[in-house]
């Protein structure tokens, strides 16, 4: 006897949907034909498609039998993911970013518009006010206007940017880059740290010949600063609460300062090292730890001097500090209260700044002029550089404010703008940026020069094969380098006019290191630097038949 089933009876579905040529910014949805088409392959024979306006109606499922029942409706509408209001799109489109026209714009932060028809993208010097030019009676100095003036650039010109990817080392880090540094007597080794801890050594002039020294520190590697003594040994501060001093040729290393003796109390105890320089005239190391206290390390006997003292508010990190060039005596810090402030070592005490520089977000670095150090460059995390022309004028308010974007998510080290050490005028500055540009179709994040003296971009230099974003960038103090870490690896550009074709080389200029750690344990929720490298190896696989200058190898590293 066949089995007795009950007659199942569903009410009427209606699927309600935008019929405009916009794609949903939460999904990709398909056409009402296409739709129509799926169903007819499934044998639905009750679909009835009825439109009204901008609106269609898709009817499912069988007739209703039973009186009096409310039919079912689903209402499928474009959502924005930003806003959560329906009727537009927000999100990547293709290499283009598009912005939710009901938030501020995310390069200025002002209303009114998204960032893709903001002035400031279009032109850096938009709402810039010149530096003045300095008018004077005297007889010199009125020749020197005239005459020789006029035949002295006020910046570098355009063809000594470094604008061409000459050297690289692929997948060089465990894990991102934080820190760049040069040597300060051979002009061909380059020093990196990582998220690690790690501190990489490069001769980036062999290209292969580089070492890895992992037992340095056991987390963020922050900053680091030669010895001015010995320029085989170097100062290092990590987020181990250590600052070390290593010998860059054997990694042989000692600790002159460790916060956190008793290791891991809990967050509330571990402290954490980030800025970091050096007073060479008295000697001391200066390092800045995550609850706003300033240390002090004898160069001479690698030992604390003192006790901590509080530069910033209580249990805000200061990230960043620099002894001026020129009267070493004079300390500029930063940090995540939004100030950055001077100060004198001589009588260094809580709460006795000279001066405190406002800012509307955190401030990832502040940094002298490199000649005069009567100038000061600042970047925070409101898309701001802020540029003070002198230290003796009016410091209530910064002379100009430059829109750039390094307000950053997670997973990125930080956007530092840095001066050019061999500019005279102390006008160029460089920085990574945050924002994509759509260049051919693809999404690349070039490194910008930028004139702080009136706002203009100089230059933005980029490679097709780095679709990566770029925030580590440093230049040489005697050649015109641009060393750059994006991700995990290491590159080193030259200006196209003096850099030598690759393909004439027999040495491949161009580096792959052989996958790192594997991963062990990684949580959801940590960063994807292997992911970035990786896209980049497959951007490298899919351009493989068209010409490019560089060559690849792969090898292994050393590590100590």
């Not at 066949?2 to 990709?28: L, Q």
């Not at 474009?78 to 501020?104: Q, R, S």
């Amino acid at each position: 006897m066949a089995p007795i089933t009950r007659k199942a009876f569903f009410p009427k579905v209606i699927i309600e949907r935008d019929s405009d040529t916009e794609h949903s910014s939460s999904e990709e949805e398909e056409g009402p034909e296409a739709l129509h088409e799926e169903e007819e392959e499934e044998e639905e024979d009750d679909v009835n498609v009825a439109g009204n306006g901008n609106a269609e109606r898709l009817e499912v499922g069988l007739e209703c039998k039973r009186k009096g029942k409310a039919p079912i409706t689903i209402s499928l509408k474009k959502v924005c993911k930003v806003c959560k209001k329906p009727g537009h799109e927000a999100g990547f489109k293709g290499a283009t970013y598009i912005d939710c026209p009901m938030k501020p714009c995310f390069l200025c932060k002002m209303p009114g518009h998204t960032t893709l028809t903001c002035p400031h993208r279009v032109t850096t010097e938009y709402g810039v006010v010149p530096a003045p030019r300095k008018r004077t009676c005297k007889p010199l100095e009125y020749v020197f206007e005239r005459q020789l003036k006029p035949s002295v650039p006020l910046i570098k010109p355009k063809y000594v940017i470094p604008d061409q990817v000459n050297c690289a080392v692929i997948r060089y880090h465990s894990r991102r880059v934080t820190c760049l540094e040069f040597h300060p007597t051979k002009n061909n080794i380059l020093l990196s740290g990582d998220k690690k801890g790690q501190l990489g050594v490069w001769d980036f002039q062999k290209v292969h010949e580089r070492m890895v020294y992992g037992n340095i520190h056991s987390c963020i590697l922050n900053n680091m600063k030669f010895d001015p003594r010995n320029d085989c040994m170097i100062y290092s501060a990590s987020s181990d609460g250590t600052i070390s001093y290593s010998d860059v040729e054997t990694g042989i290393s000692s600790y002159p300062l460790n916060l956190n003796p008793d290791g891991w109390q809990g967050p509330n105890t571990w402290k954490m090292l980030y800025g970091m320089d050096i007073n060479f005239e008295k000697g001391l190391v200066l390092a800045a730890d995550s609850f706003g206290f300033l240390h002090m390390v004898d160069t001479r006997t690698n030992h604390k001097t003192s006790d901590a003292i509080l530069i910033h508010k209580k249990g805000h990190k200061v990230v960043g500090l620099h002894c001026n060039p020129v009267q070493p005596d004079l300390l500029l810090s930063c940090g995540n209260d939004h100030f950055a402030r001077i100060w004198d070592i001589r009588r260094i005490v809580p709460k006795s700044s000279i001066y405190e520089l406002k800012h509307r977000g955190v401030v990832n670095s502040a940094y002298f002029s490199p000649v005069s150090g009567c100038k000061i460059l600042t970047t925070s995390q409101d898309n701001r550089l802020r540029i003070w022309d002198s230290i003796f004028g009016n410091m209530d308010s910064p002379s100009r404010e430059i829109v750039h974007s390094n307000d950053f998510n997670r997973y990125l080290t930080p956007f530092k703008a840095e001066w050019d050490p061999k500019d005279p005028s102390e006008s160029l500055a460089v920085i990574g940026r945050y924002i994509s540009e759509n260049y051919n179709g693809s999404a690349l994040h070039p490194i910008d020069f930028i004139d702080t003296s009136t706002g203009q971009l100089v230059a933005e230099v980029m490679d097709p094969n780095i679709t990566t974003i770029t925030p580590v960038n440093k230049l040489h103090p005697r050649d015109d380098i641009l060393a750059s870490g994006s991700s995990r690896s290491l590159f080193i550009w030259k200006p196209k006019e003096t850099s030598e074709p690759v393909e004439e080389k027999d040495e491949s200029k161009i580096v792959i290191c052989g996958v790192a750690e594997k991963k062990r344990g990684k949580k959801k929720g940590d960063d994807s630097d292997e992911s970035d490298d990786e896209a980049f190896l497959s951007k490298k696989k899919k351009s493989k038949s068209e010409k490019t200058n560089w060559k690849l190898t792969r090898c292994t590293k050393n590590k100590h």
